[in-house]
């Protein structure tokens, strides 16, 4: 992803703007920060609703995992093609679509009359949020041409959004104490703020970036087939016709687009990147991760509530000491990956996570509340450890130009990951009355899949270079 800088030179800084240039950096920053921290508080508000959103709804399992899938499948099929449309439309235009798309869905998710039009809405939120991320860091690195101002917006940014995901569960239970659809309305003034906050800020330039519309259909298709296929085999098993037809269409969807991105002239995620040995096991380990981390956030927030009866609030100030020790694990990944090299991060981040999901599988029905909520903590730190550490190995040993289709890709294959445990291990656990056993199993794959992970991370030896 490449956007134009500003004519500045680097040297001087953002000293050396025009005030009416400094006040709308300011204005971009701060839209920018918000908007991003609205995105992430809604990636974690959700789970603690879900009993809620049953119970409103008369909804089953199924419905519940929809919930959570519709913005987790939108969010990574369309973070392919941001970059590309942020290239395409300016920088400060992407951001302002996607978060206008994202604020009017939360609208659509508040008022929802049943459950199909909260997860349609949910998708558009995803849509949404998957155009927000690209572009805020793109427009960051327009808006401050000199590199220690950029350094001190991009630090900014990642704690906006650690402090987002933090807040998130305990939010979520509060609000869902008044009423579920708070989860979704307080979006709409935090977001409107943001957007206004943005009108102050320049323009950004736009690009004849080509737009892969074969790679991108195709992407949608197999993503949304391939989940809808192991969300439905858990109500009517692998057998039904129409669990069978969505795996085939997934298949071709997947063909079709491995078809585009080798023979179409523009495509958005080149061949040679998908094959190269670097970018392949990157996207499996960053696909482990998120079926250990967003399996276990999905599955402790209906054990909390379900199984110890706790509230709302509870559960989700349940979730608080792992969201705050997980967001001071960016310092000290990189403090890792400087002394030992990044890869060493990544294993330590991964052991700490099968550690925690292997604990939690021996948890007893009578286990007291406080085990589970201290055995989140390794999982959670464990897992932002190794995502930031993996994102740095991936971008040191891919080619600039290729930086930003490379992260897409690693950010995509994540959140695959987590669409697709929650679809199986909301498969397992449908039965309440075998919640327990199926959260076990549920669990033990969860851990498994992360093992396997750090023996691709062992693999995972970055070329040398001459």
């Not at 009355?433 to 992970?453: E, M």
Request: proline fraction near 6%; hydrophobic fraction near 60%; aromatic fraction near 6%.
């Amino acid at each position: 992803m490449s956007v134009s800088a500003s004519p500045t030179p680097l040297h001087e800084g953002a000293a050396a703007l025009p005030p009416q240039s400094r006040s709308g950096g300011r204005m971009a920053l701060a839209a920018v920060l918000l908007g991003f921290f609205t995105i992430m508080v809604d990636a974690m508000i959700v789970n603690v609703a879900l009993p809620s959103i049953g119970r409103g709804f008369g909804s089953g399992m199924t419905g519940l995992q929809w919930v959570v899938d519709g913005y987790t499948l939108a969010f990574a099929a369309f973070l392919l093609s941001a970059g590309s449309i942020s290239d395409r439309i300016g920088a400060r235009q992407a951001f302002a679509v996607g978060l206008g798309l994202f604020v009017a869905a939360s609208a659509v998710c508040g008022i929802a009359p049943n459950l199909g039009v909260l997860v349609a809405a949910r998708l558009v939120q995803g849509a949404g949020a998957a155009m927000v991320v690209p572009s805020s860091l793109a427009l960051l690195r327009e808006t401050f041409p000199d590199p220690a101002e950029r350094a001190k917006a991009i630090a900014l940014w990642g704690v906006s959004g650690s402090v987002g995901a933090a807040a998130g569960p305990v939010a979520g239970g509060l609000l869902t104490v008044i009423d579920w659809r708070m989860i979704f309305f307080v979006n709409v003034p935090v977001g409107a703020v943001a957007l206004t906050l943005l009108k102050r800020a320049p323009s950004s330039p736009r690009q004849a970036t080509p737009f892969d519309w074969t790679g991108q259909v195709a992407a949608v298709a197999a993503m949304g087939a391939l989940t809808y296929a192991v969300i439905e085999a858990g109500a009517d098993g692998f057998g039904s016709t129409r669990v069978v037809v969505a795996f085939a269409v997934a298949v071709v969807a997947a063909v079709v687009y491995l078809v585009a991105q080798a023979r179409g002239r523009h495509p958005m995620t080149p061949l040679p990147l998908l094959r190269s040995r670097m970018m392949s096991l990157s996207a499996a380990i960053g696909f482990a991760l998120n079926v250990g981390f967003y399996g276990m956030i999905f599955l402790l927030g209906l054990y909390l509530q379900q199984v110890h009866g706790l509230s709302a609030l509870a559960t989700g100030v349940g979730f608080l000491p792992m969201t705050v020790l997980t967001s001071f694990m960016g310092p000290v990944a990189a403090r890792l990956a400087t002394r030992f090299g990044a890869r060493i991060p990544v294993i330590i981040g991964q052991g700490l996570m099968a550690a925690g999901l292997l604990a939690m599988v021996t948890l007893p029905t009578g286990a007291p509340v406080w085990l589970p909520v201290v055995l989140m903590v390794p999982v959670g730190a464990g897992g932002a450890m190794a995502v930031t550490a993996l994102v740095a190995l991936l971008l040191e040993n891919v080619p600039a130009e290729r930086a930003g289709v490379a992260s897409g890709v690693l950010n995509a294959a994540r959140q695959l990951g987590g669409a697709l445990a929650v679809a199986a291990f909301g498969a397992l656990v449908a039965d309440r009355a075998g919640f327990v056993s199926g959260l076990h199993t549920s669990l033990l794959i969860a851990a498994a899949t992360v093992a396997v992970s750090i023996v691709a991370t062992v693999l995972l030896r970055p070329a040398r270079k001459a």
